[in-house]
């Protein structure tokens, strides 16, 4: 079932882990996440792994007949094990031209659980919107609670100074993959 369509929503960049985590949740909402991107004709801008999360998220878009694009460093091709039944693969020189490459693709981010990648990668593009580099919106899909501990963070920050009221606000949150692609793509 579609969600209300945005016509500038063309490409949505999907951070996420190249592992799994410890519940089935994860992989499942990934998938479904996938799925409902292709359903809305978005294509998925990720990271190109096959594996985890990485690959749940493009396994999701592909089986519902979504476009998908990958964007992976040279160094790696073979550590990442690349998925290779993507409409494009795209290969950097190396990770600050993937990210700048998934940045320039992408009208709107989304975080799945992840590791210190995924970190670096929400971080960036929530950094960059606070410069005023894009006016894309940045979502976190929060699967049984994984990211609570950084929105803890996040919100201490803020108390103590450190971050703006409305910057700690930017970030769209959701545990459902529906809801979340419903706020991205109703983003002014």
């Not at 209300?4 to 063309?10: F, I, S, T, V």
């Not at 600050?96 to 975080?111: G, N």
């Not at 990648?117 to 580099?133: K, R």
Request: with cysteine; net charge positive.
């Amino acid at each position: 079932m579609a969600v209300p369509a945005q016509a500038r929503m063309r490409n949505i960049c999907v951070f996420a882990g190249s592992g799994a985590g410890r519940r089935q949740e994860y992989a499942s909402a990934a998938a479904g996440l996938g799925r409902l991107l292709a359903e809305n004709g978005i294509t998925l801008v990720y990271g190109g792994g096959r594996t985890g999360l990485m690959g749940a998220v493009a396994d999701g878009a592909l089986k519902a007949g979504g476009k998908v694009i990958g964007v992976i460093p040279t160094d790696l091709t073979g550590i990442e094990l690349e998925h290779k039944g993507l409409t494009e693969m795209i290969v950097t020189g190396d990770m600050h031209s993937r990210k700048a490459k998934m940045h320039r693709l992408s009208d709107a981010f989304i975080a799945l659980p992840g590791g210190i990648g995924t970190f670096d990668e929400l971080f960036e593009a929530l950094c960059w919107a606070q410069l005023g580099f894009h006016n894309k919106p940045c979502g976190l899909l929060n699967i049984k609670g994984y990211y609570d501990p950084l929105l803890k963070l996040v919100k201490n920050a803020a108390d103590e100074g450190f971050v703006r009221k409305e910057d700690s606000e930017r970030l769209l949150i959701s545990a459902e993959p529906r809801e979340l692609l419903t706020a991205i793509l109703a983003y002014k």
